[in-house]
Nanobody, 127 residues
Protein backbone atom coordinates (compact mmCIF):
# COMPACT_ATOMS: atom_id res chain seq x y z
CA UNK A 1 0.00 0.00 0.00
CA UNK A 2 1.03 3.59 -0.58
CA UNK A 3 -0.41 6.74 0.96
CA UNK A 4 -1.08 9.64 -1.38
CA UNK A 5 -1.52 13.31 -0.46
CA UNK A 6 -2.43 15.88 -3.11
CA UNK A 7 -1.76 19.60 -2.85
CA UNK A 8 -1.67 22.68 -5.03
CA UNK A 9 -5.32 23.19 -5.82
CA UNK A 10 -7.02 26.56 -5.60
CA UNK A 11 -9.17 29.22 -7.22
CA UNK A 12 -7.81 30.71 -10.44
CA UNK A 13 -9.10 32.60 -13.46
CA UNK A 14 -9.51 31.17 -16.93
CA UNK A 15 -6.16 31.12 -18.72
CA UNK A 16 -4.14 30.78 -15.53
CA UNK A 17 -1.91 27.89 -14.53
CA UNK A 18 -1.71 25.59 -11.52
CA UNK A 19 0.68 22.84 -10.53
CA UNK A 20 -0.70 19.95 -8.52
CA UNK A 21 1.55 17.71 -6.50
CA UNK A 22 0.96 14.24 -5.10
CA UNK A 23 3.34 13.04 -2.41
CA UNK A 24 3.56 9.30 -1.85
CA UNK A 25 4.75 7.41 1.19
CA UNK A 26 5.03 3.75 1.90
CA UNK A 27 6.45 1.23 -0.53
CA UNK A 28 8.91 1.99 -3.32
CA UNK A 29 7.42 4.82 -5.35
CA UNK A 30 9.19 3.84 -8.56
CA UNK A 31 7.21 0.60 -8.55
CA UNK A 32 3.95 2.48 -9.01
CA UNK A 33 2.27 3.62 -12.19
CA UNK A 34 0.55 6.92 -11.40
CA UNK A 35 -2.50 8.71 -12.64
CA UNK A 36 -4.59 11.84 -12.18
CA UNK A 37 -8.37 11.79 -12.30
CA UNK A 38 -10.96 14.48 -11.68
CA UNK A 39 -14.56 14.64 -10.60
CA UNK A 40 -16.86 17.58 -11.19
CA UNK A 41 -20.10 18.00 -9.22
CA UNK A 42 -22.74 15.58 -10.43
CA UNK A 43 -20.35 13.80 -12.79
CA UNK A 44 -18.38 10.58 -12.81
CA UNK A 45 -14.71 10.58 -11.91
CA UNK A 46 -12.80 10.79 -15.18
CA UNK A 47 -9.30 10.09 -16.39
CA UNK A 48 -6.99 13.08 -16.87
CA UNK A 49 -3.44 11.78 -17.26
CA UNK A 50 -1.22 8.80 -16.48
CA UNK A 51 2.49 8.11 -16.38
CA UNK A 52 4.55 4.91 -16.42
CA UNK A 53 6.48 3.67 -13.39
CA UNK A 54 9.64 4.64 -15.25
CA UNK A 55 8.30 8.01 -16.32
CA UNK A 56 9.16 7.20 -19.94
CA UNK A 57 5.63 7.57 -21.26
CA UNK A 58 2.54 9.60 -20.42
CA UNK A 59 -1.00 9.58 -21.77
CA UNK A 60 -3.69 12.24 -21.59
CA UNK A 61 -7.41 12.68 -21.97
CA UNK A 62 -8.27 14.51 -25.18
CA UNK A 63 -9.82 17.34 -23.16
CA UNK A 64 -6.47 18.24 -21.55
CA UNK A 65 -3.98 17.23 -24.23
CA UNK A 66 -1.61 20.07 -25.03
CA UNK A 67 -2.53 21.98 -21.84
CA UNK A 68 -1.67 19.57 -19.01
CA UNK A 69 1.60 17.76 -18.35
CA UNK A 70 2.11 14.89 -15.94
CA UNK A 71 5.58 14.21 -14.58
CA UNK A 72 7.20 12.40 -11.71
CA UNK A 73 10.26 12.67 -9.52
CA UNK A 74 10.97 9.19 -8.20
CA UNK A 75 13.73 10.49 -5.94
CA UNK A 76 11.18 12.71 -4.17
CA UNK A 77 8.27 10.23 -4.31
CA UNK A 78 6.14 12.83 -6.04
CA UNK A 79 4.02 13.09 -9.16
CA UNK A 80 2.99 16.41 -10.63
CA UNK A 81 0.25 17.74 -12.88
CA UNK A 82 1.11 21.03 -14.55
CA UNK A 83 -2.11 22.63 -15.77
CA UNK A 84 -1.89 25.54 -18.20
CA UNK A 85 -4.54 27.53 -20.03
CA UNK A 86 -7.13 26.49 -17.52
CA UNK A 87 -10.79 26.61 -18.48
CA UNK A 88 -13.94 26.78 -16.34
CA UNK A 89 -14.73 23.22 -17.42
CA UNK A 90 -11.53 22.08 -15.69
CA UNK A 91 -13.21 22.84 -12.35
CA UNK A 92 -13.25 19.63 -10.31
CA UNK A 93 -11.73 17.77 -7.42
CA UNK A 94 -8.47 16.27 -8.69
CA UNK A 95 -7.36 12.89 -7.39
CA UNK A 96 -4.00 11.19 -7.54
CA UNK A 97 -4.00 7.40 -8.01
CA UNK A 98 -1.36 4.68 -7.88
CA UNK A 99 -1.04 1.05 -8.88
CA UNK A 100 1.94 -1.14 -8.12
CA UNK A 101 3.45 -3.11 -10.98
CA UNK A 102 6.61 -5.18 -11.32
CA UNK A 103 6.77 -4.14 -14.98
CA UNK A 104 8.39 -0.70 -15.33
CA UNK A 105 6.49 -0.01 -18.53
CA UNK A 106 3.04 -0.15 -16.94
CA UNK A 107 0.50 2.59 -17.52
CA UNK A 108 -3.20 2.57 -16.68
CA UNK A 109 -6.10 4.64 -17.92
CA UNK A 110 -9.14 3.20 -16.17
CA UNK A 111 -10.27 4.15 -12.70
CA UNK A 112 -10.87 0.50 -11.83
CA UNK A 113 -7.19 -0.32 -12.48
CA UNK A 114 -5.98 1.81 -9.58
CA UNK A 115 -6.14 0.64 -5.98
CA UNK A 116 -4.57 3.55 -4.12
CA UNK A 117 -6.18 7.01 -4.04
CA UNK A 118 -5.52 10.34 -2.42
CA UNK A 119 -8.14 12.50 -0.75
CA UNK A 120 -8.33 14.99 -3.63
CA UNK A 121 -7.64 18.68 -4.07
CA UNK A 122 -10.16 21.24 -5.34
CA UNK A 123 -9.46 23.20 -8.50
CA UNK A 124 -11.87 26.00 -9.36
CA UNK A 125 -11.51 28.01 -12.54
CA UNK A 126 -13.59 31.17 -12.85
CA UNK A 127 -14.53 32.70 -16.19
Amino acid sequence: QVQLVESGGGLVQAGDSLRLSCAASGRTFSGYAMGWFRQAPGKEREFVAAIMNSGDMALYADSVKGRFTISRDNAKNTVFLQMNSLKPEDTAVYYCAARFSLFSGSIYLRRSEYDNWGQGTQVTVSS
